[in-house]
């Protein structure tokens, strides 16, 4: 974790043992430069360990297909497996690799699947002077050669104590390997022999490969419509010759003014410095065409980077220029380009990282980080931050840190390898970290510390990850309250929820404690922890390197494991430090290496809770002595099946017949997120809630009630603490659970908790046995949520339906006499990110609909429930000064069947000026419509239509 503007050191916990460290790098130059004995024919693929990508329904969905060189065809010389740190193979994906040292050596992979494009893992020597050597090689397709290859050793090899020098005289020599890509020039079929062939040794003696990614790249993103180019409209150089950091900031800065994204075409692009953000969308053609590099010639602690603006008082504490002051920035979007660094050594205190500052309510999306010192550096307090579909390749320092005042902002669906520090972390260094999230990411081989970790922070979460290959001084999962700032309220605080996770060859030696680290290790090191709920669920534990599970530094308590496989282990299950209060059931060990699977010298101190289904890992007698050499390899070589999210069984007990008839019934539910399951919304307890998947509408829950029962209400409850807001939702109801009527229409549901954040809707009566609700907007959080789905029947005396019923259902309340769309249904053509339709009618101006970006037109239409008199719309944006003045064109549309529509008011400029309350009113003749439609055909503050409210008056 690197320590920016702090002069704490980070893994310096004991003097280093400097004679280790020089063992370590007379092994390694026996491995990586001494001549080796060269097979004269092709040794076929040999098994090797499990990849991170062995793993189904885990981690990162990836657009390439991983194959590692050790098991493939190739006339080098296979090194490893290894693990001991300071040697070659031990920083290789799965601690092998090969290694040509001879002209006409070669390692070729087959394409399962067709590709036009390749990244490979590498590793050169060093130079003497320690500044690296630059050489290239062939990359051929069935023989033929494509494209002569550069490869570097600049951005590796660092040596000494931490944060490391480039001196080849000192000891500790690491971070031997980097990575380069390259397009082949043509699609290249299932089937082709992909060749990496040495052609040279002139430039070096060795080339190592580990493992090569493929991939089909798909062409360049189209120039939207609409939008700023840094090129054409303010004469960037995509040739890279020039600094073009003062046109991309003025091309950013008028993006904002203008309201209108900023695109990077095609190109690779010098920038001598940041280029701060704010409101504003950056996007490029993809990352594989628009590249950002480059770096100060002189001041070498300035270099390429997008940066939000520094917020006062905030994480960041060095020195702040008057365009990087008083963030933090807003609604920023990144997405789809490259930011490839030249960063070569570490300096804590430089910003040169690819991302950086303070973003709230902000997006990364698609965007590849490499050789720069972290990929993202966040210095909050911030909120709302999320990093998706990025890749994060070859850092100095750390993957992605949330540092300081880091709120409701998540790192998802990506791919972090070889960072020089913790791959995902979170630092809540003197302001809270607060419901942060680690979720569906692949890391493979960090360098220093941790694949993820949370030094402090309350309500986390870390789950569906998978990780492998961590070197030294830290492991796969880590909790701890260490590092400056951290105690307090902004220690480890809440509940955590660490669920689905599997751990590959995760845990590692410590170049400065005389024992090893485990796969998942806690640390109380500033203070203990004050009473966590701490589950982990559903985790497998495999080949770990160390112990499995560790304890050091301090009490902890709160840890509860359930479910967890543990599949070899170098030394211990459980490797026991420090004092804890931990609960156990269906802990499963196997395969660990020392018979005692115990390692405890604190006694009594460490307190365990055994559940049922518990085997391999207890001794009442532990073992307290000297620490023993690990032994490796010991862990399955095919993944275990992995554990989906627990469902709630059906009760044995008959259903009630009266009361609420779905109280502990059986649930499913579309989509749930981490330990909010279906389950929770029939348990009786308004405390507990489902929520689905995030940014994912529409989402329903089913409930089974058992047999069919006469139905005409649903009670819809969520927690009593939580905060006012509307769900827009149907209830529907079956038989047969696969024929589905609708029971009441689509419509905004305020919860409020002044009310008692319930929601009662009537229904016709009738039979039904399923009863589902389906959501498809929140104005408080981007998922459905309900603590409560409860079933009545026999409340009403409203007798069914003699004739079919309406397509749309009668509002269940009548419309209001004021503003007619107050609560009524709403549709959309669109909308971004958790902006909807339903803000628009739930009497709030502070929450707001935005349409998709750069994408004219785009419509609202407000159901009214029935034919009404209409003349006349009011229509709003946030009355907040932040909100700009803006023109949006638009038009009124009417129509009393939904599907034929005629305009009420012609299209034409509408001013939202929030010296006047950010409102414009729209007249038209008095006609008779039950739905009213908005369509936006233009804004000059924002390339989308918006408006928190929209009004609807008869007169």
């Not at 991939?215 to 890279?240: C, H, M, Q, Y």
């Not at 390898?417 to 081989?445: E, Y």
């Not at 509307?726 to 009441?744: E, K, N, W």
């Amino acid at each position: 974790m690197a320590n920016h503007t702090t002069g704490t050191p980070h893994h310096l916990r004991h003097p280093t043992r400097a004679g280790l460290a020089a063992i370590a790098a007379a092994l390694l130059a026996a491995t990586s430069l001494t001549a080796l004995a060269v097979t004269g024919t092709a040794t076929p693929a040999s098994a090797a360990g499990l990849s991170p990508f062995d793993i189904p329904n885990r981690g990162a969905t990836v657009p390439f297909v991983e194959q590692e060189a050790e098991e493939t065809a190739h006339n080098g010389t296979k090194i490893g497996p290894d693990r001991r740190y300071g040697t070659l193979p031990s920083e290789a994906s799965g601690r092998e690799a090969v290694t040509l040292d001879a002209v006409g050596e070669y390692v070729e992979f087959t394409l399962t699947a067709p590709a036009n494009a390749v990244t490979f893992r590498y590793s050169l020597p060093d130079s003497p002077s320690g500044t690296g050597r630059d050489a290239a090689i062939d990359l051929r397709a069935n023989g033929s050669l494509l494209k002569s290859v550069p490869v570097t050793s600049r951005y590796g090899w660092y040596y000494g104590g931490y944060p490391f020098n480039n001196n080849p005289g000192d000891t500790n020599p690491h971070h031997f390997y980097d990575e380069t890509r390259a397009m082949f020039g043509s699609t290249q079929p299932a089937g082709t022999k992909i060749r990496f062939q040495v052609s040279s040794t002139a430039q070096s003696p060795t080339f190592t490969i580990d493992l090569a990614d493929f991939e089909l790249v798909a062409p360049a993103i189209t120039k939207p419509s609409g939008v700023i180019d840094v090129v054409t409209d303010f004469g960037a150089d995509p040739s890279g010759a020039t600094d073009s950091t003062a046109r991309f900031q003025a091309a950013v800065d008028a993006g904002k003014a203008q309201g209108r994204a900023v695109w990077i075409p095609t190109g690779t692009f010098t920038l001598w410095d940041h280029v701060v953000v704010d409101g504003v969308t950056l996007r490029g053609a993809g990352p594989w065409y628009s590249v950002l590099g480059g770096r100060h010639p002189t001041e070498r602690n300035r270099s390429v980077g997008i940066y939000g603006k520094y917020v006062p008082g905030g994480g960041y504490t060095g020195p702040v220029r008057a365009h990087e002051a008083n963030g933090p920035s807003r609604n920023v979007t990144l997405r789809d380009f490259a930011i490839i660094g030249d960063i070569r050594e570490r300096v804590d205190d430089d910003q040169v990282n690819a991302l950086g500052g303070a973003m709230t309510n902000s997006v990364v999306d698609n965007l590849w980080l490499e050789n720069t010192k972290v990929g993202a550096w966040m210095d909050g307090p911030m909120d709302n931050f999320t990093i998706r579909n990025t890749r994060i390749l070859d850092q100095t320092a750390d993957g992605v840190n949330f540092h300081t005042g880091v709120t409701n902002s998540t790192v998802t669906n990506t791919f972090v390898r070889n960072t020089g520090d913790d791959a995902l972390a979170m630092w809540a260094q003197s302001v809270p970290n607060v419901n942060n999230s680690f979720t569906h990411n692949t890391i493979g081989v960090t360098l220093l510390a941790n694949h993820l970790v949370s030094y402090g922070g309350r309500d986390i979460t870390i789950t569906d990850n998978v990780t492998a290959d961590s070197l030294t001084n830290g492991g796969g999962i880590h909790v701890a309250n260490r590092y400056p700032g951290v105690q307090g309220a902004t220690g480890v605080q809440g509940t955590w929820t660490i669920a689905r996770n599997t751990l590959i060859r995760n845990g590692n030696s410590d170049y400065n404690w005389n024992f090893g680290v485990g796969a998942i290790w806690f640390s109380a090191l500033n203070e203990a922890f004050q009473n966590p709920t701490i589950n982990i669920t559903d985790t497998d534990i495999l080949d770990s390197s160390y112990a499995a599970l560790h304890w050091i530094e301090g009490q902890t308590n709160g840890i509860n494991l359930d479910n967890v496989r543990i599949d070899g282990a170098g030394t211990y299950a459980l490797q026991v430090q420090a004092n804890s209060q931990v609960s156990f059931t269906n802990v499963r060990a196997t395969n660990i290496a020392q018979s005692n699977p115990i390692h405890n010298c604190v006694g009594a101190g460490f307190q365990i809770t055994q559940g049922s289904g518990n085997s391999g890992w207890y001794t009442p007698t532990p073992y307290c002595g000297p620490w023993p050499n690990p032994q490796w390899g010991g862990g399955p070589t095919s993944p275990p099946p992995t554990t989906p999210p627990p469902t709630t069984p059906p009760p044995t007990t008959p259903p009630p017949t009266s009361g609420n008839l779905a109280l502990n019934r059986s649930t499913t539910a579309t989509s749930t997120n981490q330990s909010y399951t279906a389950g929770n919304a029939v348990d009786g307890n308004a405390a507990s809630y489902w929520e689905s998947a995030n940014n994912a509408f529409p989402q329903s829950i089913t409930v089974d009630l058992g047999a069919v029962r006469s139905v005409d209400r649903v009670v819809l409850k969520l927690p009593a603490g939580w905060g006012s807001r509307t769900q827009t939702l149907s209830v529907l109801g079956s038989t047969d659970g696969s024929s589905y009527a609708t029971l009441a229409g689509s419509a905004g549901r305020v919860f409020d908790p002044g009310t008692g954040n319930a929601v009662s809707i009537g229904l016709p009566s009738g039979d039904r046995r399923y009863i589902r609700v389906t959501v498809t907007g929140n104005t408080g959080w981007p998922a459905a949520q309900l603590s409560e789905v409860e079933v009545y029947g026999g409340t009403t005396t409203t007798p069914p339906p003699t004739t079919p019923p309406p397509t749309t259902p009668p509002p269940t309340t009548p419309p209001p006499s004021g503003n007619l769309a107050a609560g009524r249904s709403v549709t959309e053509t669109s909308h971004s990110d958790v902006y909807v339709a339903a803000n628009t009618v739930d009497s709030n101006p502070n929450t707001y609909w935005e349409s998709a970006n750069n994408a004219f037109p785009q419509s609202l239409t407000v159901d009214l429930g029935a034919d009404r008199s209409v003349s006349r719309v009011v229509l709003k944006l946030p009355p907040s000064s932040a909100w700009q003045t803006r023109t949006q064109t638009l038009a009124v549309l009417g129509s009393t069947n939904g599907s034929t529509f005629t305009t009420l008011k012609a299209s034409a400029g509408y001013t939202f000026n929030p010296a006047s309350g950010n409102t414009a009113t729209v007249t038209f003749t008095a006609t008779n419509q039950r739905y009213l439609r908005l369509t936006v055909t233009g804004n000059s503050g924002w390339p989308a239509g918006q408006l928190s409210e929209f009004e609807v008056y008869s007169s």
